[in-house]
């Protein structure tokens, strides 16, 4: 990965701390994207090798549409890491449900706002989770309808999958250069939000975590199929996950999304959504 330079989004903790550590041992120059920035150089200092960190607050518009003015010049590769799972609803600045916005909506618009600036590769960070959701194209903030935690992240990691769809199919479109995928890291402990300030919920997360300490991945293990994605010859809009049974531990591996997840005529109807929403267009 000598000379390369890759995008790191979410890169403290979790998945992308494991993903950021290795691409750098392994030669690339990492640019950390992050809120916290002196948390961010901590983990810069940790992690060696060739690093920078930019502040990025994918809940935040306004620091999206900063995030390129302090970039310093083009990069390879952008990996769409960083989400969350909110324990109640709460609405972003902007005024988004926080798991979409988080986990959809800022990515969204901070890929439209790089594209022309990414020689390579986009890879966003799906889960598994998106075969149990349900898609509300009209309530897409659940305004009206009953919010719960999973059930949102599972549904903002559907819109995931359904964009990644879309990418793919217009760059594919468009003979561009740039590829993309999607990848699931499987089932990692501390990729997973602290949900602890009630008795029942601190309860529910102590259990989780506990279980995917011992039946899940590693945060580096968790990076692999993100990895796979640079170094194998994969199709575009690949879907990488892992090899265990139910998808919570393993090597990497081609696997396969909901039917939903495969619906071009739904892709496109997200794809409007998030440009409604952010104001910012997939232009390839």
């Excluded at 903790?13 to 494991?18: A, E, H, I, K, Q």
């Excluded at 594209?115 to 897409?140: C, E, F, P, W, Y």
């Excluded at 903002?156 to 468009?174: F, H, I, Q, T």
């Amino acid at each position: 990965m000598t000379g390369k330079r890759i995008i790191v989004t979410g890169a403290t903790n979790g998945v992308g701390l494991g993903t950021a550590r290795l691409l750098a041992h392994a030669g690339a120059h990492v640019i950390l994207a992050v809120r916290n920035t002196e948390l961010g150089a901590k983990r810069a200092a940790e992690i060696g090798g060739s690093t920078s960190i930019v502040k990025l607050d994918l809940a935040d518009l306004a620091s999206v549409r900063a995030f390129p003015d302090l970039l310093d010049g083009d990069v390879d590769i952008l990996i769409n890491n960083a989400g969350g799972l909110s324990q109640r609803r709460t609405e972003t600045v902007d005024g988004f449900e926080m798991t979409i916005g988080t986990n959809f909506l800022g990515p969204f618009a901070l890929t439209n706002l790089l594209l022309g600036r990414i020689r390579s590769q986009i890879i966003n960070v799906g889960s598994d989770a998106h075969k149990s959701a349900t898609l509300r194209l009209d309530d897409m903030h659940l305004r009206s309808n009953r919010w719960a935690a999973y059930p949102a992240y599972a549904r903002s990691k559907l819109a995931v999958m359904l964009w990644g769809l879309e990418l793919d199919r217009r760059l594919r479109a468009a003979k561009s250069p740039i590829s993309t995928q999607l990848t699931h890291p499987g089932w990692v402990s501390s990729n997973l939000s602290n949900v602890s300030s009630t008795p029942l919920m601190g309860g529910f997360h102590r259990a989780v975590t506990t279980l995917a300490g011992r039946f899940g991945n590693d945060i580096e293990e968790g990076a692999a199929p993100t990895l796979y994605c640079i170094s194998e010859p994969i199709p575009p809009g690949s879907y990488v996950g892992v090899d265990g049974r139910f998808g919570l531990k393993g090597g990497p591996v081609l696997i396969g999304r909901s039917p939903l997840a495969c619906d071009y005529d739904t892709a496109a109807r997200v794809v409007e959504f998030g440009e409604r929403e952010t104001g910012t267009t997939l232009t390839v």
